[in-house]
């Protein structure tokens, strides 16, 4: 039994910090959303295997509304938002793809060389996870800094925020549901401004793009 929550432990784990560098790999906005949804189904499924092994109920219920809001709620709502915009790729990222992938693994090296002194002071098989954890912040910070679009940018911040949760899941066994709700409302402010800039921005285009028409045929 337990063999197999470690197992599944580990699993979602590392889903979550693989989703994370499929962002990198992925220039098309509506796969690296993509990878979004099952990187926040992937928590999800990490503070539920946490609540069901320590007997939980709050975090429990915290993993439940982490897979509503973050694998569903606002993956659907970029997806909305990249609909928007007809230019759906990463075309002129600040680094390319390759140059990200080793930038990632760096990350990654540098993330257990720190976490694993941190994570030594109080040893467990949830504890040692941890640096996955901080790896997802430093891979989110990266993308926030060399992707251009919105959208990517967003993702990126998405990114360290579930890197943040991740390490909190595993050090301290989750964080109060006041907490986790507060940080989640906080995220769909974020996309659901993003939408309505994006919306704006479109009509102000199109509004735009009619007024210089008439001008021609004036």
Not at 50 to 66: F, N, P, Q, R, S
Not at 103 to 127: C, E, N
Request: net charge positive; with cysteine; aromatic share 4%.
């Amino acid at each position: 039994m337990n063999s197999t929550y470690i197992a599944t432990l580990e699993l979602a784990a590392g889903a979550v910090l693989l989703s994370a560098i499929m962002t990198l790999w992925r220039r098309n906005v509506r796969s690296i959303v993509a990878m979004l949804s099952v990187q926040g189904m992937a928590l999800a499924a990490v503070a539920i295997v946490l609540a069901l092994h320590e007997h939980e109920h709050a975090l429990l219920i915290t993993g439940c509304l982490v897979f509503l809001v973050k694998g569903l709620v606002v993956p659907h709502l970029l997806r909305r938002v990249s609909l928007l915009d007809p230019r759906s790729r990463e075309s002129r990222p600040l680094v390319n793809v390759p140059a990200s992938l080793v930038f990632a693994a760096a990350l990654i090296v540098l993330s257990y060389v720190v976490g694993t002194r941190i994570t030594s002071l109080s040893p467990s098989s949830a504890t040692h996870l941890a640096p996955l954890g901080l790896a997802t912040v430093l891979v989110g910070y990266f993308m926030l800094v060399t992707r251009r679009r919105a959208v990517s940018k967003i993702v990126g911040l998405i990114l360290v925020d579930n890197g943040i949760a991740l390490v909190t899941f595993l050090l301290t066994s989750g964080v109060p549901l006041i907490v986790e709700l507060g940080s989640s409302l906080d995220v769909l402010l974020v996309v659901v401004v993003l939408q309505f800039l994006m919306v704006s921005m479109r009509r102000h285009s199109d509004t735009d793009r009619l007024t210089e028409m008439k001008a021609l045929h004036d």
